[in-house]
């Protein structure tokens, strides 16, 4: 038998929670937010919300905190998990065999976006980013 719950989102007024503008220990390229409401097992929470998030090309998985869902958003210096405590590669990367040439069809133009990495950068360059948090 399979129980639906009913549910409703709504925008909140004051969004983005966190931005570059607003928050600039958070990057310049926030992406892969994940918003967890604090299980009550964690012990000295750091507010009843967390915000996990990375830079595409960061060197950490940052965290943001706050005891309401508005805000105000407080980001923890020290982030949740930084590259040299991860299993992932901390040393630049041989580039792919067959990578040369390799390019994207768009009308995008990577050029005028100085903070996206260039396909090889990306393919080769040690980062931690797409935090997905589940909790039980």
Sequence with gaps: MTTQVKWNAERLENNPLISPETHPLA???IQGPSLIEVPQ???NPL???YLYFADHKGENIGLAF???LKGPWTIHAKG????ENSTFPTVLQVEPTGFEGYEIKSDWAPESHTWIPTL???ATIPHIASPDVHVD
Aim: proline share 0%.
């Design 80 to 83: 949740a998990l930084s590259l």
């Design 27 to 29: 990057g310049h390229n």
């Design 47 to 49: 507010g009843r919300f």
């Design 120 to 122: 090889k950068d990306d």
């Design 41 to 43: 097992w964690v012990s």
């Design 66 to 68: 706050a005891d309401d």
